[in-house]
């Protein structure tokens, strides 16, 4: 019966090593804006800046899933500098020459970096995506999940966004997402 016992749990220590490997070898390596910048100086590269809150059910969720999945993190550590920004944060942040506060005193009050980068539409979570010369190019709004996110990624990433219309690259992506 011990022996038993005994093969029962190296069999199931054995189904969840690849899932434990999965989850430690994905996920995007979040900086924070600062190691962003520093990293841009040396080598240029699109920032994707994830604007979230501590109390927003939709952030977390995509924290869980979406910035999870191994092609979207792929895409992220790869072809971006990926940035995770607390709209709420109290701390001074120095960019563009310019050092942004959040100069409010409630508990929700909204940074001045946050508020610049999604135009002052306060919505989370949303992500601001900056060229290399950290140029915002774009802000998207709401939750996305794996799927929806590659080609959003790809079409930033590729420069895509040069030559072609959203609407044009949508209908002739191909993504590795999209097979499954």
């Not at 029962?8 to 900086?31: E, S, T």
């Not at 607390?86 to 942040?93: I, Q, T």
Request: net charge positive; glycine share 4%.
């Amino acid at each position: 019966m011990r022996r038993f016992r005994n093969t029962i749990f190296a069999l199931i220590l054995l189904m969840l090593l690849p899932v434990h490997l999965q989850a430690q070898k994905g996920g995007v390596k979040w900086l924070t804006i600062e190691k962003a910048l520093e990293l841009n100086k040396k080598e240029p590269r699109k920032l994707f800046i994830d604007v979230y809150t501590d109390w927003c059910g939709w952030c977390k969720k995509m924290d869980q899933s979406t910035y999870m999945d191994p092609v979207i993190a792929d895409i992220l550590n790869n072809n971006f500098y990926p940035v995770k920004f607390n709209a709420e944060s109290k701390d001074p942040v120095e960019f563009a020459g310019k050092t942004f506060t959040n100069p409010g005193t409630s508990q929700r009050s909204a940074h001045q970096l946050a508020f610049a980068l999604l135009q002052g539409k306060m919505a989370y979570p949303s992500v601001a995506y900056l060229d290399e010369k950290l140029q915002l190019l774009t802000t998207v709004p709401g939750y996305f999940t794996a799927q929806q996110m590659e080609p959003i990624l790809t079409y930033f990433s590729t420069d895509s966004y040069k030559t072609m219309t959203w609407q044009q690259y949508q209908e002739s992506f191909k993504g590795q997402l999209s097979k499954k």
